[in-house]
């Protein structure tokens, strides 16, 4: 039996959904827009234009005051690198390209996570839509937000927050539900509703797994916006693109290094200030 | 609203001690100010003044449970519900905060439920006690009352492990071959002088109140103004309801009488170390309360000792 006339009415099918999707609800997807670009183009043009070496030495003044010497001189030298390998401009981009796709991931993804750990009929809905983006394959994501958004910052980023949505849902419902039931009966036995025994105990004792979503999801971001760049999502991943078309090795290396430094940067940095404001330390 | 005790202490590691104490008058919507004065007593109450702002990590179990307790008493609940509070605690530790709990109660006078699965913490801090088996109450009562009488095998083993001076109080081991003297007349003519006990004994007026001991009655005349005369005040007081276990020291000695009285000076009885053993020898004996034979001064009712082993 032949199948190939069922598979291509499958993609027919989707086709002719995200038409439908596209030609009536463009609105939806230009407000989408709106709201990302919002985020992201003064960002880009924030950090572009403080002088690079303002931003060096904010980044080791930081990693001073958090304590740790180590930090403030990896900081230095993985900064300065970035900054003689000509590759500034295009870090810069790519750090507010993380930076919106995270605060986005996170102002979606946190609230829908408490609703997975207090709803149990919430939990049963998301479990396989979170799956589903789980384990979809990156680059596949990539299609349907060109079909949407066509091509540039916009779809990479849509893209980017898709892949890194689904950690921090997974970990704030997982620090929620991993909280001691004898601490929410002590709220309990005061009386206190649902939504208090959420703010002042549930939330706060479920911070480190709620930061450490917090921590995967700009990981995850930074690798994303790299794949982007393939439907012009622009920053480093530009010029490995780029070196790859014109088979330079050494320029890509460059710039995968660069990409390295800002996410053992971006990994450490995160890690150290939610340990600094961990109310349950 | 109840006041609840956890047996993991159920402390919110991200507020300080006094925040946790003041959790629930925060629930209530009681003002920051108030709730942190209100906190700061009842911190000062279960002796942890000072320790305000320390993180609960920071404090030994022991400790952490204090705070627990500070939590539950705050909110001024006329019940307190508590279970297992002192079960994570080590033994020395658990001993402590049972002696804490009964002196707080002493001034308190909260109705408290107690769930533990320790019979002698049972015997220590009950009034009350119920013993349920598969959710079904077998026996309740005074502990004493599951001690001695068992209402079935499973309390009977349930309460062997319980140290029966945990239980046995000054009123269950009065010597009922120790009434007291009475003075009304201005003769001593009783028993005393018919028999003088070897030991001291406890001397009365007519209205049952006691006036003193007589260490060597044997010694005296039958004048009553001799008798006062050699009134004593050297002995230990003590109620019904005092737990004899700390006195048995002073009972091994000799060296002074226990001497059991009602809060409004009436005699009850002596413990003797004989009385004591006689209880132990034989748990059913001291069951129940003993009437004590009360002599008269009255010759034509001098008791026999036919009379006193009616009470015995």
Redesign the interface.
Known sequence: MDFSEFASSVATSIDDFTNYLSTNFGFVFDSISAVILGIQQPLAAALTSIPAWAVIAAAVIGGALLGHLSLAVLSAIGLVFILIMNLWDAAMVTLSLVLTATIVSLVIGIPLGTLIAESRRVNTAMEPILDFMQTMPPFVLLVPAVFFFGVGTVPGIVATIFFAMPLPIRLTAHGLKMV?P??V???E????NRL?ILF??KL??A?RSIMAGVNQCIMMSLSMVIIASMIGAGGLGDEIIRSISRLQVGRGVEAGLAVVVLAILIDRFSKRISQRVD??A | ????V???F?????MSVIDNVA??L???GVPRKARRERAANALQLVGLSGWDNRKPSSLSGGMRQRVGLA?ALV?DTPIL?MDEPFSALDPLIREEMQQELLRLQSTLHKTIVFVTHDPNEAATLGDYIAILLKGEIVQEGHPLDAVLSPANEYVRNFVRGINVFKVLTAGQLIDAARPAVVLNGSTISSLAMVRPPSGPIAVTNGGGKLLGMIERPSELGSSQAEWERHLSQDFIRLTSTTLIAPFLDELSRNSRPLVVVEDDGTFVGVITASSVLKALASNRSVVGTHPMPEIETRPDQVPTGADQQRAG
Do not use: K, Y
């Open positions: 001691e004898e601490v009966e002590a709220g036995a005061f009386g206190a208090t002042l105990i706060p004792l911070f109310p349950t | 609203m109840i006041g609840m956890f047996q993991h159920a402390l919110l590691p991200h959790l629930g925060r629930i209530a939590r909110m519900l």
